[in-house]
């Protein structure tokens, strides 16, 4: 498999990968996680509540599933989506529910390392399985830290690695070599999802990440793993 290692040969990478997955993302997302999915973005939105109305940026927004939590959870609140991979929101755009969402959610083309949106301007930020992928961890997490207002909230949904004895292989098998058969199978792309594995393997451990989001200068951060430490929450507020 091609691996991309210098930032910029990553991020053009990241992006033909998901231009190629596009139009089978959402179907293979609640296949491949048995629409647990549904349950993490839910809990991740609820810590959100506080800021039930304004502006808040989910980045990395893809096909839309967490903005459209975002919406769902609080009706006055508005969300503008921000990608690179303009194939991603085009194929969440052409799916979004006529329950009114779509007219509070504000799909944008660009890049999360250099956030096109003014300083200190929103409640909150979401990324869901985004960070492993942006080419510069800290200067994203530094973008995200600086279009905030104070007392914002950064909110990070990502994939981590279970612990436990039992948990780990079988976990290990199925994200080798289960998932990227049937994702092949289903999305014509393989090596989309071996690069989904290898970035799991290849992330930060969770103390690293919380690090980190300290440097981009959030005051408070904490960690929620769910289900057995295969995703975690991070949660990052700025002072
Ligand atoms: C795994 S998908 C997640 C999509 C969505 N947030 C979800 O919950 O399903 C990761 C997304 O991050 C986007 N992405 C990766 N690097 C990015 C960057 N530097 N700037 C903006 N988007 C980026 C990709 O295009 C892709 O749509």
Redesign the pocket.
Known sequence: METAHLPDEK?KF??EK?SSI?GR?DLL?SLLSLKI?RYW?WRTIRLLREFPGGWVM?????????SLELARQAPKRKVLS????ED?LRAGAKTLPKDGRAERIFPVC????IIPAPTGSFWGCT????VR???RTLQ?LQEMHRILRPSGKLLI?EFSRPTNPIIKPLYSFYLNRVLPLIAGLISGDKEAYQY?ASSIAAFYEPEELLAMMREAGFTTVSRIPMTFGIVSIYVGVKA
Do not use: Q
């Open positions: 991020k990241v992006k998901f596009s993302y997302n999915d973005r989910d980045l990395c927004a893809g096909t839309l599933p967490l921000i990608d690179f991979c991603m660009g890049d999360g390392e990324v869901a399985f985004g992928n942006l080419s994203g949904l989904l």
